[in-house]
């Protein structure tokens, strides 16, 4: 069975400072890999993916994110926080194509000016 | 291309009544998913539905709930007798077809059902 642990409910980091938001998957075989971010009462935002390639994978609004295999982690990060990246944000994980997603129960991000 | 659009966004009914969720998919796409998410927590598989097919609904309870997606119009997921538990926000997503496949899902709104 497929499963996504987000080890933090809250990450608080102050504006202008670099942010990770950890992300640890179990596929039983290879990973597709995403983020989501929601903004209160909104629905999901898609930010970025890996399905295969560079580990190092670049999204929207200058988020990022590092497959690592050996760790089983997908963290996401961006070097500079904005106050205006507060929001939830769930990592995902399924192992084939076109198959329903495995969501973390997310990491709300505070940002702080 | 519009996005996928809910309706309705906000949905308040009595416990015993019926609630009924609608989802269009965005343009060209042909698979469905329901998910479920209750306050506080991340977002829970319902069912997969392709045009007039159900693919996988392992995520469904086994009562009360069901789902479609006829031919033509939306993607309806009904629940009947609603209880409070089922109060949360129902959010549907839609894909492509196969190949070549992009990978993500593309989320609606959500409906936000409120059982009083």
């Known amino acids: 069975a497929q499963s996504v642990a987000q080890p933090e409910d809250q990450v608080k980091v102050a504006e202008g400072n670099p942010l990770t938001v950890k992300c640890t998957y179990s596929v039983s075989g290879n990973p597709y890999l995403f983020w989501y971010v929601q903004y209160p009462n909104r629905g999901l935002q898609f930010l970025l993916k890996?399905?295969?390639?560079?580990?190092l994978v670049k999204g929207s609004y200058g988020f990022e994110a590092e497959f690592n295999k050996s760790q089983t982690s997908f963290h996401l990060k961006k070097p500079s926080a904005l106050v205006s990246d507060s929001a939830l944000y769930f990592c995902a994980v399924r192992d084939r194509m076109n198959t329903p997603l495995v969501f973390g129960k997310g990491t709300r991000l505070s940002v702080i000016a | 291309n519009a996005g996928v659009m809910q309706n309705p966004r906000h949905l308040v009914r009595r416990r015993g009544q019926e609630a009924r969720l609608r989802c269009s998919p965005m343009k060209g796409h042909s698979h469905v998913y329901w998910y479920r998410q209750l306050p506080e927590e991340g977002l829970k598989f319902m069912v997969y539905?392709?045009?007039?097919?159900?693919?996988?609904e392992s995520g469904m309870p086994k009562e009360r709930f069901s789902a479609e997606f006829p031919k033509e119009g939306p993607s309806i997921l009904r629940i009947q007798q609603v209880v409070r538990g089922d109060s949360a926000a129902y959010f549907c997503?839609?894909?492509?077809?196969?190949?070549?496949?992009?990978?993500?899902?593309?989320f609606g709104p959500g409906t936000r059902l409120t059982v009083l």
């Open positions: 890996y399905i295969t390639g560079d580990n």
């Open positions: 539905l392709q045009k007039e097919n159900i693919i996988d």
């Open positions: 997503a839609s894909s492509p077809p196969s190949g070549p496949p992009t990978g993500e899902q593309f």
